[in-house]
C-alpha cells in the first residue's frame, strides 16, 4: 500500500536558518503530493502541492521538488520566521484512488527560536 | 477560496451521550472526509463519502456513523460517546480528480 515517512521533529531552529523537512513515499501508481501546515488550534492549511515528476511547488517562500528518483519532496525554506512554527504534514493522493484519499506522513513540528 | 466550516470549535459531552458534529462546504466537492487526531498517532480516516448518500469506512470507524443527506454536508455521529474518544475531529472536502483535501478548523471533542 501507499505509505508516506518524514523526519521525526520536533525541528528546532532559529529565526533566519534554513529548513529542510525530509519526505519520501511509496504508491503503486502516479500520485500527486502535498505539503500542509497546521497552526496550533488549527485545521490544516494546504501549502503547495505538486502533480508529476520534476514539478516544484512554492508558497510564502517555501519549496519543494517532486523527485520521482528518490521518491521524494522535502520542503524547504531559505529563512524560516518565529510565524512558521507548526506542524508540517507530507501527503500523497494516488491517482488509482477514486476516492480522492489521501495518505499521510506522521507531521513534524517545526519550533522557531527568535 | 474553499471554505469548510465544522459547527463547534470546543464541545464537551459526558460519557453515553449521543454526539453529532457538523461539516458544511461551499464548494460542491463530491468527496468530504472525516478524521480524528492524536497526539503520537497522526491523523487517521473515520469515515469518508464520495457522493450524496453514499459512505466508505475508513480506518478507524468503530463507535462512528455518518450521515450524507446532502452534498454540501457530512455529518459524524457518536453513537454512544466514550472517554477514548476524546479528540481532535477534522473534516475535509475534495473534488472527485486528483486534487488537494481542503480542512476545516476542527472540533476538539472532550468526553467527560
Same mark, same amino acid.
Given at each position: 500500500g501507499d505509505s508516506v515517512t518524514q523526519m521525526e521533529g520536533p525541528v528546532t531552529l532559529s529565526e533566519e536558518a534554513f529548513l529542510t523537512i525530509n519526505c519520501t513515499y511509496t504508491a503503486t501508481g502516479y500520485p500527486s503530493l502535498f505539503w500542509y501546515v497546521q497552526y496550533p488550534g488549527e485545521g490544516l492549511q494546504l501549502l503547495l502541492k505538486a502533480t508529476k515528476a520534476d514539478d516544484k511547488g512554492s508558497n510564502k517562500g517555501f519549496e519543494a521538488t517532486y523527485r520521482k528518483e528518490t521518491t521524494s519532496f522535502h520542503l524547504e525554506k531559505g529563512s524560516v520566521q518565529v510565524s512558521d512554527s507548526a506542524v508540517y504534514f507530507c501527503a500523497l493522493s494516488d491517482r488509482q484512488n477514486a476516492g480522492n484519499m489521501l495518505t499521510f506522513g506522521g507531521g513534524t513540528r517545526l519550533m522557531v527560536k527568535p | 477560496d474553499v471554505k469548510v466550516t465544522q459547527s463547534s470549535r470546543y464541545l464537551v459531552k459526558r460519557t453515553g451521550e449521543k454526539v453529532f458534529l457538523e461539516? /458544511?462546504?461551499d464548494m460542491d466537492h463530491e468527496n468530504m472526509f472525516w478524521y480524528r487526531q492524536d497526539p503520537g498517532l497522526g491523523l487517521r480516516l473515520i469515515y469518508f463519502s464520495y457522493d /450524496? *448518500?453514499? *459512505? !466508505? *469506512?475508513?480506518?478507524?470507524? !468503530?463507535g462512528y456513523s455518518v450521515s450524507r443527506e446532502k452534498k454540501e454536508r457530512f455529518s459524524l455521529i457518536l453513537e454512544s460517546a466514550s472517554t477514548n474518544q476524546t479528540s481532535m475531529y477534522l473534516c475535509a472536502s475534495s473534488n472527485r480528480v486528483n486534487q488537494p483535501q481542503h480542512f476545516g478548523d476542527g472540533t476538539r471533542l472532550s468526553i467527560l
Open positions: - | 461539516c /458544511v462546504q /450524496v *448518500k453514499m *459512505k !466508505e *469506512k475508513g480506518d478507524i470507524p !468503530e
